[in-house]
């Protein structure tokens, strides 16, 4: 063969070879038609726009169904009481399913989306754990937020509040117009007007989970709002695996008895051992006279009997927040420990959202009982 047609062969098999490589992009999957956010440039009804999907392992009150071009995310009680409600997250570029049955007439979401207004707290780590801050544009209240690039954004202005006073400002959001409002698991009346303007309000219940594992796996809800299942993937492996080794140790230990829950208008709300909290004492090797109640809500009990069966544990788990020493709650330490009154010792803690607790007064011959408020900046050491 001639120098000019080996030249020309050649040709033909690049040429060749280009084409089937094309042509195999084009089939393999949904990176050649998407943009760098992620939406559809050029859509083909036989691709699937979601190479990696999430699957769920101890969360129980949502659920995720995926079809080529969009998402149908189902939470199975959005709120105490209500009936499921599902979502159809549809991939940006792709053109609305028609969809019969429950789904026709469920809300569709365009994702990834790029504006969520959040009513709970709990969101912020979700949503800073999947490096997608500059999605937050709305907080219930600004007051209740810590985290240091939140608390930045929103004194630049870039992040508003909404919800002061715990009253959601209807005619605020709607006019900012979010892709989506996410709740904190609570029915407001509110919400109703919102998503008759067209706001989609996106129900977020993990605090109905009954292990904090399954509350932490919500980050694959979030995930599927902002399509960061890959991220979402690792973040909750690493999670999980600190967890079962953090219990595995602690199941080695003895018993740690521990005095959860606290007194609201003459009610002791005491966790049961079936809730996500009574999980969590249990697995960090701690343990109350209502650990084998396999409830999953709270216990609702007089002072009288938690007085007598956990009234000497050396540490109390506050489940409410505290402003000053005259709020009952701290006058109800004082009484469980001893009836003498002496100091506190009281450290900081940070927290990530949360009014600060006050000190108490206690007896300095009791033992030093701790307690400590999950929902306050500070726990207090007895002497």
């Known amino acids: ?10 040709s033909v098999l690049v040429a060749a070879g280009l084409v089937l ?44 169904e995926y079809h080529d ?7 199975n009680q959005p709120y105490p009481g209500g009936a499921p409600e599902s979502y159809v997250l549809v991939k940006c570029g792709a053109p609305a399913p028609e969809l019969s049955g429950d789904l026709a007439a469920a809300p569709q979401i365009s994702t990834p989306i790029t ?6 707290t709990t969101h912020l780590p979700l949503i800073t754990e999947l490096d997608q801050l500059d999605v937050l544009t709305g907080v219930s209240n600004a007051g209740f937020v810590s985290d240091p690039a939140v608390r930045e954004r929103i004194d630049a202005g870039k992040i508003v509040e909404y919800a002061p006073g715990q009253t959601v400002n209807t005619e605020k959001v709607v006019a900012a117009n979010p892709d989506v409002l996410m709740t904190g698991g609570t029915d407001d009346p509110s919400y109703a007007k919102l998503r008759a303007a067209g706001i989609p309000v996106v129900a977020n219940a993990e605090y109905l989970e009954s292990t904090a594992l399954g509350r932490a796996e919500w980050i694959k809800a979030m995930a599927a709002l902002t399509g960061t299942e890959a991220q979402a993937a690792d973040v909750y492996s690493q999670i999980r695996s600190d967890y079962e080794n953090v219990a595995a140790k602690a199941q080695g230990a003895a018993a740690s008895p521990v005095l ?18 009574g999980g969590l004492v249990r697995d960090a090797g701690g343990s109350y006279p209502w650990l084998s109640d396999p409830a999953t809500g709270s216990l609702q009990l007089n002072f009288e009997s938690v007085y007598a069966q956990a009234g000497t544990a050396p540490t109390w788990f506050v489940t409410s927040s505290w402003e000053t020493t005259a709020d009952p709650s701290p006058r109800i330490l004082a009484t469980v420990s001893s009836p003498r009154c002496g100091t506190a010792r009281c450290g900081r803690r940070r927290r990530r959202s949360g009014p600060r607790a006050a000190t108490t007064s206690t007896s300095a011959a009791s033992p030093a ?3 400590f408020s999950p929902t306050s900046s500070r726990s207090c050491t007895r002497t």
Do not use: H
């Open 1 to 10: 063969m001639s120098q000019r047609s080996m030249t020309a062969a050649l």
């Open 21 to 64: 490589s094309a042509c195999s992009s084009d089939a393999s999957g949904a990176d050649t038609a998407v943009d760098a956010r992620g939406c559809i440039t050029e859509f083909d009804a036989t691709t699937d726009y979601f190479p990696d999907k999430s699957t769920l392992s101890d969360a129980k009150n949502f659920t995720i």
């Open 69 to 75: 071009s969009y998402q149908v995310l189902t939470v």
């Open 115 to 120: 504006s969520l207004y959040s009513a709970s």
């Open 260 to 277: 959860p829950g606290t007194m609201y208008q003459g009610t002791w709300y005491m966790p049961a051992g079936g809730s996500y909290i």
């Open 369 to 371: 009982p701790t307690w």
